[in-house]
C-alpha cells in the first residue's frame, strides 16, 4: 500500500502497538478492565485530567498529522480525530462517555468483544505501518 507521508506510516505503527495492548488488556484480563472503568467512573479529578490528556493529544495528532490523500492517511487522521472529539466530550459532557463505557464494561463478555474490536483495529495499523511505503517525504 502507498501512501502520502513517512509520517503516517509511523502513526499507524504507534495506534497499531497502543491498539494491540488495549486489546490484550481486555481480552486477558476483562475483569480487571471492567473495575478500572468502574473506578475511573467515581474518580472526577482522574475524568478530568484524562480529559486534558485526550484534548492536548488529539490536537497534537490533528496538527501534525491531518491528510486525507489516501486510505492509509484518511485511517490515521481519522483517529487523531476521535481522539480530540473524545476529548472535548470528556471535558464539556462527560456523563455520556461514561455511561457509554459503562455499559461497555458492564460483563467480562463485552469487554472481551471490546478487546476483538481492539485487535482487528491494531491489525489495521500494524498492516498499514509495516507494509506501506511513503511515495513523498514530508518535512
Known amino acids: 500500500m502507498d501512501?502520502?507521508?513517512?509520517?503516517?506510516?509511523?502513526?499507524?505503527?504507534i495506534y497499531g502497538v497502543v491498539a494491540f495492548t488495549a486489546?490484550?488488556?481486555?481480552?486477558l484480563s476483562p475483569k480487571r478492565m471492567g473495575l478500572i472503568i468502574a473506578d475511573f467512573e467515581t474518580a472526577p479529578a482522574l475524568?478530568?485530567?484524562?480529559?486534558?490528556?485526550?484534548?492536548?493529544?488529539?490536537?497534537?495528532?490533528?496538527?501534525?498529522?491531518?491528510l486525507w490523500t489516501d486510505i492509509a492517511a484518511i485511517l490515521v487522521s481519522l483517529f487523531g480525530w476521535i481522539v480530540l472529539i473524545k476529548?472535548?466530550?470528556?471535558?464539556a459532557a462527560p456523563e455520556?462517555?461514561?455511561?457509554?463505557?459503562a455499559a461497555s464494561a458492564s460483563s467480562p463478555a463485552r469487554i472481551r468483544l471490546w478487546g476483538v474490536a481492539a485487535l482487528v483495529l491494531a491489525a489495521i495499523f500494524l498492516i498499514i505501518g509495516l507494509a506501506s511505503r511513503a511515495t513523498t517525504v514530508s518535512l
Open 87 to 91: 476529548g472535548i466530550l470528556l471535558l
Open 47 to 66: 475524568v478530568f485530567m484524562s480529559a486534558l490528556f485526550a484534548l492536548i493529544l488529539g490536537l497534537v495528532m490533528v496538527m501534525i498529522h491531518n
Open 96 to 101: 455520556g462517555l461514561l455511561r457509554f463505557a
Open 23 to 27: 486489546a490484550l488488556a481486555a481480552l
Open 3 to 13: 501512501t502520502f507521508s513517512v509520517l503516517t506510516i509511523q502513526l499507524a505503527r
